[in-house]
């Protein structure tokens, strides 16, 4: 097919789905779905970070998950107080793969759920005394705690709680940082607000507020690195054999301190725009710290944000990053000669959250692979522009998409590999279809750095070359 019929025949599959939904539904869903054409300006043409349509099915989370689930939760020396009900700390815990150093319940508290498990008295008395006991259990129970943040879930802000009053005073009380964090799921429309009021409370609570340091020459931060599967480690790895040293890293694998210290660097280097950018401009507007955006999956993303890190500093910062690229190039192209004819041609089709749907391409295309359709679940206006140079032309670009029309979209673009979580995973298995989990690497990983990719093309390689894929029709209907 030509580029004209291809970008022809997916309008017309976005017009066939559309007709599934009522008037109502059809008008709001078409503003969220485009098809990249003429490197058109992707914030006009995709309607982003409003409302869910009620009873669509959407796969987003909501405020609680942004702030504890991604933000806050992988704090390593921080106690996470799920504060509500049992069923949201419950159902996001340590599911997240976020790994953190240190010894678990002594001074790593990132496995743990503390809930204040309100009950219905709670709900009609209020639930701020109840927090103050848990606050005095926990330093007991925990004395190498450096700090409890409070993570508000639906009821608290519905029942008047004041847990900013709480928090002031148990902060005094007990000598160490209490944050209340209003992240109740009601606020906003998806995870993303939550990262926003998460980045405030570091911005109200921490940032500034620690021990302090000297900054040396070559200190950088990584802000917006979970750590997922050890990403944060492979990305440190690079960073470190060019020269610099990374002093903090927001926030997988971090601590009190690093949040608190986190201006106290030459450099701050975003990998997650979307759930880290608000701090890193405040860091920039208050302390003079610039930051710089950075992609470290794949080696083509990999060695162009090398050398634009590296610019930023001195002569013998980009003589060891040019090195480091040339040891790294050669591994990386054995990578690809293994893998490449295996994968070479294959078409992708990906539904991630705020960041990976633009920033794992690169990676794909080393490996000779084509995404035909990617969207977000929670990504701003920002974000599609920014995604508008990585596509192709064809690409079909979706936000907030709902089941029916992944489902059917899928369907009938037959790509080789969808990639997306764990809600989406089984359905499309089933539907005889390779599948890579984008939010938890499938419990593998890493996938960032030269580490990463490794470990990526052997997963993309698994999945979609697995024998499986021809035994699920039976024989006798072949
Ligand atoms: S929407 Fe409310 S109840 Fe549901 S997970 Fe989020 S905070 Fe918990």
């Known amino acids: 097919m030509s580029i004209k019929e291809t970008i022809d025949f997916r309008k017309q599959v976005v ?8 008037e109502k539904a059809k008008k709001n869903r078409r503003q969220h779905i485009t098809i990249k054409e003429n490197n058109e300006c992707a914030s006009c043409a995709v309607k982003s970070n409003s409302k869910t349509v009620p009873g669509l099915m959407t796969a987003r ?8 689930g991604v933000v806050w939760g992988p704090v390593r020396d921080c106690t996470h107080i799920s504060h509500g009900p049992v069923g949201c700390g419950y159902y996001s815990w340590a599911n997240r793969r976020n790994l953190a150093e240190g010894e678990i319940g002594v001074d790593n508290f990132v496995p743990f759920l503390f809930t204040s498990d309100f009950q219905e008295s709670d709900i009609i008395y209020g639930g701020d005394k109840k927090l103050e006991k848990i606050i005095h ?24 709680d004041d847990i900013e009053s709480v928090s002031r005073r148990m902060a005094e009380e007990i000598k160490l940082p209490v944050i209340p964090v209003r992240c109740e799921g009601f606020r906003g429309i998806s995870q993303s607000l939550g990262h926003h009021i998460a980045n405030d409370a570091i911005r109200d609570h921490l940032i500034g507020k620690g021990p302090g340091r000297e900054v040396g020459p070559y200190d950088v931060g990584i802000i917006g690195d979970y750590n997922i599967g050890g990403d ?31 201006h106290l660097v030459k450099l701050n280097l975003i990998h997650c725009y979307r759930s880290m950018n608000y701090m890193a401009r ?34 013998s910062i980009m003589e060891k990053a040019k090195t480091v690229i040339e040891k790294y190039d050669a591994e990386m192209q054995k990578v690809i000669d293994i893998y490449r004819p295996r ?11 705020g960041l990976r749907p633009r920033h794992v391409v690169g990676a794909y295309e080393d490996l000779g692979m084509e995404v035909i359709g990617t969207g977000y679940e929670f990504a701003h206006g920002e974000d599609y522009d ?57 419990y593998s990983g890493p996938y960032h750095g030269y580490q990463g990719f490794p470990i990526f093309a052997r997963d993309m390689d698994m999945a979609i070359n697995s024998p499986t894929w021809k035994a699920v029709k039976a024989p006798w209907t072949k």
């Open 137 to 160: 259990e926990i330093v007991g129970l925990f004395p190498n705690t450096k700090g409890v943040s409070i993570l508000s879930e639906c009821p608290v802000g519905l029942i008047g």
């Open 232 to 262: 944060a480690w492979a990305s440190k790895k690079i960073l470190e054999e060019i020269g610099l040293n990374v002093v903090n890293i927001w926030t997988g694998d971090s601590t009190i301190e690093m949040l608190q210290n986190g």
């Open 386 to 442: 920014k995604s508008m140079a990585n596509l192709k032309d064809g690409t079909l670009i979706y936000d907030d998409v709902t089941a029916i029309e992944i489902e059917e979209f899928v369907s009938k673009l037959k790509p080789d590999l969808v990639g997306s979580g764990i809600k989406e995973k089984y359905v499309f298995e089933k539907m005889g279809l390779p599948f890579r989990q984008m939010h938890s690497w499938d």
């Open 15 to 22: 017009e066939e789905v559309l007709e599934l939904y009522p």
């Open 61 to 68: 989370g909501c405020a609680y998950a942004g702030a504890k």
């Open 343 to 353: 994968l070479e041609g294959k078409k992708v089709m990906l539904y991630v959250g």
């Open 282 to 315: 405040h860091m920039e507007e208050t302390y003079g710290t610039p930051w710089l955006e950075f992609n470290f999956f794949g080696p083509t993303k990999i060695r162009e944000s090398i050398l634009k890190i590296a610019a930023m500093f001195d002569d």
